[in-house]
């Protein structure tokens, strides 16, 4: 069994960054793809950005420029970077292994 816990939500002013970190247990974390998804009540999860085991990372359209989703294998960890956060950027962030394992989500809150 896989258990993901998500760290580093908060409440954050637009303009201003906050690191989200995404920690798996198991040992199957290095051999497979990581995504981050984002929900907002009433709406489906989005994904925001997702990278490969070997590295290879894709974002929303959204984010593009602003976000940066990366992994440490030896740290079991991914991470998503998120710089110059917008009012729209406010969601409950999810991060997926695959899209078998889920954690159990971090508010992100931006302020206008």
């Known amino acids: 069994q896989v258990q993901l816990v998500e760290s580093g939500g908060g409440l954050v002013q637009a303009g201003g960054s906050l690191r989200l970190s995404c920690s798996a247990s198991?040992?199957?974390?290095?051999?497979?793809?990581m995504g981050w998804y984002r929900q907002v009540p009433g709406k489906q999860y989005e994904l925001v950005a997702g990278i490969t085991s070997g590295g290879i990372t894709n974002y929303a359209d959204s984010v593009k420029g602003r976000f940066t989703i990366s992994r440490d294998n030896a740290k079991n960890t991914v991470y998503l970077q998120m710089n110059s956060l917008k009012p729209e950027d406010t969601a409950v962030y999810y991060c997926?292994?695959?899209?078998?394992?889920w954690g159990q989500g971090t508010q992100v809150t931006v302020s206008s």
């Open positions: 198991g040992t199957i974390f290095r051999s497979n793809a």
């Open positions: 997926a292994l695959g899209t078998t394992y």
